[in-house]
């Protein structure tokens, strides 16, 4: 079936440096992801949709410029939370389109992140 | 995207059907519902999806009314794994799904 593997599943950083998140889609090519970010006993919240070859379209209120999305290839998109503070710990989750024919969605395991 | 609603939190005891709702009234005609379930600090589970007719896989049924306005997700033997949130979304066709505040299932033993 269709993986979704992200990377690190955990990780702490001290405020003011950054992070990066990978997302790999392992067994199918993805030209789409998204990222979405979890707060505690939340909801997921659609952060951005990575775009392979293009830029990333950000929903209303996420930064672009703090959340960098880069998707360079069909089987990677990584998530750079810039200049971290501790109000930007949180679960962060991404996604990508994994059946072409009928639109399922398969999910990575999320990375938990901790400003220190 | 449709919204959809569901009941914040349920109970079912364990080997029993877990029956759970979901309204999606506004939900267009090209869009899907889907349903995924979360184990806590965990990426959410694809589960089971449709568009008009009913479906059945190894987890579960999902039964979706007439006029595609509500849905029924059933697990028809829960065990105390099926313990989660579970969440309906919909919409598809490799756009983005927007995730609603979903349901607390608990399975008691």
């Known amino acids: 079936g269709a993986v979704v593997s992200q990377h690190p599943s955990w990780v702490i950083c001290k405020s003011g440096t950054s992070v990066k998140i990978e997302c790999r889609s392992l067994?199918?090519?993805?030209?789409?992801m998204f990222w979405y970010r979890q707060f505690p006993k939340q909801s997921l919240m659609l952060m951005a949709t990575s775009n392979e070859g293009s830029k990333a379209t950000y929903e209303q209120g996420v930064e672009k410029d703090k959340f960098l999305i880069n998707h360079a290839s069909l089987t990677l998109s990584t998530l750079t939370v810039t200049s971290a503070h501790p109000e930007d710990s949180s679960f962060y989750i991404c996604s990508a389109p994994s059946r072409p024919n009928n639109y399922g969605y398969t999910f990575g395991s999320g990375t938990r992140l901790t400003v220190v | 995207d449709a919204k959809t609603t569901q009941p914040p939190s349920m109970d079912c005891a364990e080997g029993r059907a877990a029956n759970l709702p979901c309204n999606h009234s506004t939900i267009s005609g090209n869009e899907y519902v889907y349903w995924y379930r979360q184990i806590h600090s965990q990426g959410p589970q694809y589960i089971i999806h449709?568009?008009?007719n009913n479906e059945t896989n190894e987890m579960a049924s999902l039964i979706i009314t007439e006029d595609r306005k509500s849905s029924t997700l059933i697990l028809p033997h829960a065990t105390l794994r099926d313990t989660a949130v579970y969440y309906c979304?919909?919409?598809?066709?490799?756009?983005?799904?927007?995730f609603g505040q979903g349901t607390r299932l608990t399975i008691n033993p």
């Open positions: 449709g568009l008009k």
């Open positions: 067994d199918f090519q993805a030209t789409t």
């Open positions: 979304i919909a919409g598809g066709g490799a756009q983005k799904l927007v």
